[in-house]
């Protein structure tokens, strides 16, 4: 089948997966590729974003697509970079990996730094939501503070999640990495430009991705995107650009928003909107705050005081 | 060309010689020696691959599985540690079919850590999915690599050659290297029927539910039972052309008229071999010897028919499925399946680098032609660390 359509490229990820309706990542999914074009081969790691779209015998990828573990999107991907190139056919090829946030900044850390390190010509993808979710929304180093999982569920001794989100970014930065850039499927047109520009550079490239989950943050489906767009204006998901090491680009908000706004939809807050929920909203004000006040220049660690 | 070549050097000019388009592995002993060799003649230009520093035996053999589904010819080497921590990833790449060939430089298993040489690594990773052959001698290595290629090609099968950490991988022997046309024209470039490509996008690695996994182990299986003959077809052409190398899946020595016979896989053949002779010659002993030369797919019908008129059967072997006795053992039993068999008994020798000597196995055979009866024992055991054990 072909991707092209009276010239123009449609759907590489196809729909009549069996994911979540409004499942925030399938629509990241759609929009990478849709950037991205149809001369790529993805490397894509165990997860919803794969279980959902490849159930034998169907295939929502029209695409070269390969999935092998949950923590090695990375270096299969490596792999394919340096096979490619040692036999000569690389040339009008680009190659992505991706992984949602556990396959990223958890299991699959050491491959990932690997392939940063060793600079290969790769795109990796996280597409973040914050947790499992395809083994039942447990939690991962990228679920926020206070967040209720299955594995950080609130108890008389428990206000949920304990910890804050890695800084993954950050990580990619320090590895030299040069383009590093966020985004949310709420802003379609800057998450593609972020696609077609970091397919433009030569080496490793981190593209991390905000995208909601229908049943693991307990919202409604048709609000996943506005969630997203909620996490943006309340700058608990800061969206930027670092390209060498330098932050060249930070999304200002127009208007911004209480936190409240984007905690009060999602049912894994719920609990930190009764009484002693304070400190735990307190601390995701801090992060909103510190957050808001990135600005162009030298990336040094932030979301962390 | 004949050449005075360390083992690890001589398997590196083996796989140079495959033309292998991305070499990669992680470093650990005794298998370094082998990627070392490999980067020098990458560094030297006399190896145009693709060659990647990997940050793991994990990363390593994730690497070679995707240098390998985009239809790259893929070589990575470990040991012991390294191929347990790739373990998940070996099983991958053979149920995604990737021709991927490794050398295991076989080597104890932690703890406690040792790094000399048995095989324990590679026997628990035989239900992995890959082709496993144990060579014994240096020369044998090369000549396995460049039939390792050409199995694995054929069969979409990965294929492992596994040969004893020091013994062999730090042993300096006299090799025969082929020349290159030579290689060349035993394996062709490889073309694989089916590979990572825009031009033809296709889904590799996909979920499959109770509905087909069934049946895609089953297809892995029966292509596995087929490689049997496969590899004994691909001995014999490489000997044809070599003049060496046509042993396919097991060779046997002197077992025609023998009562007992001694069962061994990997470099100690050779001192088996000449304890055979002695035994004869200067005991009368009926004594004959069986190299199961691969692993997986075991060769269950060969050796079968040649240990079925022995009275009793000895395998010697340098690992132990803990909790009941040494794993080649088991499979030869299974090789009789209900039927009257001989006695066959496992004899655990070897471990962690323990030496195992000529006169040791002089006297297992003794051993059992004094006393058929089936049993498992470790053989070699220092008395002053048994603590009084009586058991
Ligand atoms: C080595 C290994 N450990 C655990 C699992 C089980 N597992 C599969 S997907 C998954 C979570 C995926 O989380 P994430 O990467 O965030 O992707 P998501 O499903 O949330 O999109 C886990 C724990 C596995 N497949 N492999
Ligand atoms: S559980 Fe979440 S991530 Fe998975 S398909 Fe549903 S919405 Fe998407
Ligand atoms: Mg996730």
Known sequence: ?305 | MRVMLEGSRAVAEAVRLCRPNLVCAYPITPQTHIVEDLSQMVADGRLDAGYVLAESEFGAASIVLGGSAVGGRAYTATSSQGLLLMAEVIFNIAGLRLPVVMTCANRAVSAPINIWNDQQDAVSIRDSGWIQLFVEDNQEAVDTHIQAFKIAEELMIPVMVCMDGYVLTHTWEPVDLPEQDEVDRFLPLYSPAYRLDPDDPFTMGSMVGPDAYMETRYHVHMDMMEARAVIRRVCEEYSETFGRGGTGVIDTYDTKDADVVLVSMGSVLGTMRDAVDELRDEEGLKVGLIKVRCFRPFPTGAVHDAIKEAQTVGVIEKDISLGLEGTLCSEMRAAFCGEESPEISSFIMGLGGRDITKGDIKQVARDLASNPACRVEFRGLREDLMDGDER
Not at chain 1, 38 to 52: F, S
Not at chain 1, 124 to 152: I, W
Not at chain 1, 224 to 230: G, K, P
Request: glycine share 10%.
């Open chain 1, 1 to 305: 089948m072909t991707p092209l359509q009276d010239g123009r490229i449609i759907n590489l990820m196809e729909p009549g997966h069996t994911g979540c309706a409004g499942c925030g990542q399938a629509i990241g999914a759609r929009l990478v590729l849709k950037a991205a074009g149809p001369r790529v081969i993805v490397a894509n790691a165990t997860g919803c974003l794969e279980v959902y779209t490849t159930t034998y015998p169907r295939s929502s990828w029209e695409v070269p697509w390969i999935h092998s573990l949950f923590e090695n999107a990375s270096a299969v991907a490596s792999g394919m970079e340096v096979t490619l190139k040692a036999m000569g056919r690389y040339e009008d090829v680009r190659i992505i990996a991706q992984a949602g946030d556990g396959g990223t900044a958890d299991i699959g850390m050491g491959c990932i730094s690997g392939m940063f390190e060793r600079g290969h010509d790769i795109l990796y993808v996280c597409y973040d939501n914050e947790g499992y979710m395809n083994t039942g929304y447990q939690r991962s180093s990228l679920t926020p503070p206070g967040a209720r999982t299955t594995t950080s569920p609130p108890g008389p001794m428990s206000w949920g999640n304990k910890t804050r989100k890695k800084n993954v970014p950050l990580i990619a930065v320090a590895h030299g990495v040069p383009y590093v850039a966020t985004a949310t499927p709420a802003e379609p047109r800057d998450l593609m430009r972020k696609v077609k520009k970091a397919l433009e550079i030569e080496g490793p490239k981190y593209l991390h991705l905000l995208v909601p989950c229908v049943p693991g943050w307990g919202i409604e489906s048709e609000l996943s995107v506005e969630i997203a767009r909620l996490a943006v204006e309340t700058y608990l998901f800061p969206v930027f650009e670092i390209e060498d090491g330098m932050i060249t680009k930070v999304k200002k908000v127009k208007e911004r928003k209480p936190i409240e706004e984007y905690l009060r939809p999602q049912k894994r807050f719920a609990h930190l909107f009764k009484p002693g929920g304070e400190p735990i909203l307190e601390e995701l004000r801090e992060i909103a705050e510190e957050n808001s006040r990135l600005q162009p220049g030298p990336a040094v660690l932030f979301g962390r005081t």
